[in-house]
């Protein structure tokens, strides 16, 4: 694929360069009932000073959702901060995110890479919490074998999450290959969240996932107001909207940025069947 037919296609799942668009298109999901949670495109930085850059541009990040009073929050990759330069540095960075986000009363997600940073970010994300700042969460990946573990261990720190089935690839050694047994784990890791009252957000296209979640909550009584659906921005579009009319808190993670490229072929090659999501939308 060109860059010039990447972007062309991109588009359509980028919300722009600049932070003005970006909040353009969360002011008119919030229309349809959609929150959102904005991500500044970048990540694994060579140099101390992109990772600066970064943490600066997300504090402006968090100034245009305050200013514009869109009902969003903020989603950036540790990576992006410095995490594979210098560990001390890339918490420091994110600290002084996190606190400018608790200052405006907003929250930070920290999305979860590759296995390599798996234990480092859960170890920023406990050490922030432990200074006061509990406006901070993150994501368990279902896939892992560690994360049924992980899992019981965030639920009884209260540390909030965003559950996914997980998309890098990772060996046999470390993580589950096959779609059932991602799935019965995925199921697994939101019931725990479900039974034992922990707001969870359940990030995922998947049709089958969002039954079972539907069936299970109705089943038992628990409230719609105990969890969130998250999907991405582009994608099914028209069902994020329709479960928003239904009742259902629903987030779209909306990329932004003039890094779009890298995010932009990495979803597409984290999984071939992303690449059949994206052409079904186009469809659609």
């Not at 991405?232 to 928003?244: F, I, T, V």
Request: one cysteine or more; hydrophobic letters at 40%; aromatic letters at 10%.
């Amino acid at each position: 694929m060109t860059v010039k037919y990447g972007k062309r296609l991109s588009s359509r799942f980028i919300a722009g360069r600049r932070l003005h668009d970006a909040l353009e298109q969360v002011r008119a999901l919030n229309d349809k009932g959609i929150m959102a949670t904005l991500d500044h495109l970048g990540e694994g930085v060579k140099f101390a000073s992109e990772a600066a850059g970064y943490r600066d541009a997300y504090i402006k990040l968090l100034d245009g959702i305050a200013e514009q009073g869109v009902d969003a929050n903020v989603s950036l990759k540790p990576t992006q901060m410095g995490l594979a330069l210098d560990a001390e540095a890339s918490l420091a960075n994110i600290r002084a995110v996190v606190r400018h986000a608790a200052d405006l009363g907003n929250f930070v997600r920290l999305d979860m890479e590759d296995s390599p940073f798996t234990e480092a970010t859960y170890s920023i994300v406990r050490r922030l919490r432990e200074e006061g700042l509990n406006n901070v969460g993150t994501v368990l990946q279902a896939y892992l074998h560690r994360s049924a573990l992980d899992a019981k261990l965030c639920v009884e720190d209260g540390i909030p999450l965003r559950l996914v089935k997980g998309a890098y690839k990772e060996p046999p050694s470390i993580a589950y290959q096959r779609h059932t047994e991602i799935a019965e784990q995925f199921k697994r890791l939101i019931r725990l969240h479900l039974d034992h009252g922990s707001y969870v957000a359940i990030a995922t296209h998947d049709d089958a996932i969002i039954g079972y979640v539907k069936k299970y909550a109705s089943e038992r009584g628990i409230p719609t107001s105990r969890f969130e659906f998250q999907m991405l921005y582009g994608l099914r579009m028209k069902e994020q909207a329709k479960l928003a009319r239904e009742g259902y808190r629903v987030r779209c993670y909306v990329p932004y940025g003039e890094m779009w490229y890298p995010y932009y072929t990495r979803r597409l090659a984290e999984k071939p069947a992303n690449l059949w999501l994206v052409l079904r939308n186009l469809v659609r």
